[in-house]
């Protein structure tokens, strides 16, 4: 059964930072792409980026209102996929999903509230 | 980026009615295309990929149509379970963006 499960989520002040995690389980990680997918309260699905796997050389991509403020990684030894969110913005409060990248699989999700 | 427009954005039927949402997109994206079903506090399920092939375990009653700029979503019959919110995602190119979404709820 395949599992991928969120941590990291929390209140966090706008301009801070936060590591949102991603544990996978009972899929074949190293070949598979995985995605990060947010909603925000009350509102629609937004995609986050992607990150494809090493042999296709890990590329990643961002949605617009996160470029170059969100960094995609993942560790194949760990099967953990991972989201750095820095210079937080009030508009980033929302549920993170990762998924993989055909989103067959989400896991439950992982509440992230930017306030002061 | 490709914009995604489904219709409606609400929906108010009563169970055992055939429901029909669209979505139409900006510019063509070929069959690439899929929609999820959301209930409240609940991450969404994939109900159809590649615009009309159902998911594992979906039930018959789901179908998909459509390429290039437009697709529906149909259910046949609606069910109790059913009334939740539906999303359509194009996977053509990135930003992998997703309509707005449609909510069914009880008539």
């Known amino acids: 059964e395949v599992q991928l499960v969120e941590s990291g989520g929390g209140l966090v002040k706008p301009g801070g930072s936060l590591r949102l995690s991603c544990a996978a389980s009972?899929?074949?990680?190293?070949?598979?792409?995985m995605t990060w997918v947010r909603q925000a309260p009350g509102k629609g699905l937004e995609w986050v980026g992607r990150?494809?796997?090493?042999?296709?050389?890990?590329?990643?991509d961002y949605a617009a209102p996160v470029k170059g403020r969100f960094t995609i990684s993942r560790d194949d030894s760990k099967n953990m996929l991972y989201l750095q969110m820095n210079s937080l913005k009030t508009e980033d409060t929302a549920v993170y999903y990762c998924?993989?990248?055909?989103?067959?699989?989400w896991g439950q999700g992982t509440l992230v509230t930017v306030s002061s | 980026d490709i914009q995604l427009t489904q219709s409606p954005s609400f929906l108010s039927a009563s169970v055992g009615d055939r429901v029909t949402i669209t979505c139409r997109a900006s510019?063509?994206?070929?069959?690439?295309l899929a929609w999820f079903q959301q209930k409240p506090g609940r991450a969404p399920n994939l109900l159809i990929y590649?615009?009309?092939t159902m998911h594992s375990g979906v039930p018959s009653r789901f179908s998909g149509s459509g390429s290039g700029t437009e697709f529906t979503l149909t259910i046949s019959s609606l069910q109790p379970e059913d009334f939740a919110t539906y999303y359509c995602?194009?996977?053509?190119?990135?930003?992998?963006?997703f309509g707005q979404g449609t909510k069914v709820e009880i008539k």
């Open positions: 995602q194009q996977l053509n190119s990135y930003p992998r963006t």
């Open positions: 510019q063509g994206i070929s069959s690439y």
């Open positions: 009972g899929l074949t990680f190293t070949n598979t792409w």
């Open positions: 998924s993989t990248d055909l989103m067959e699989f």
């Open positions: 590649d615009a009309s």
């Open positions: 990150i494809k796997r090493k042999i296709d050389g890990e590329t990643v």
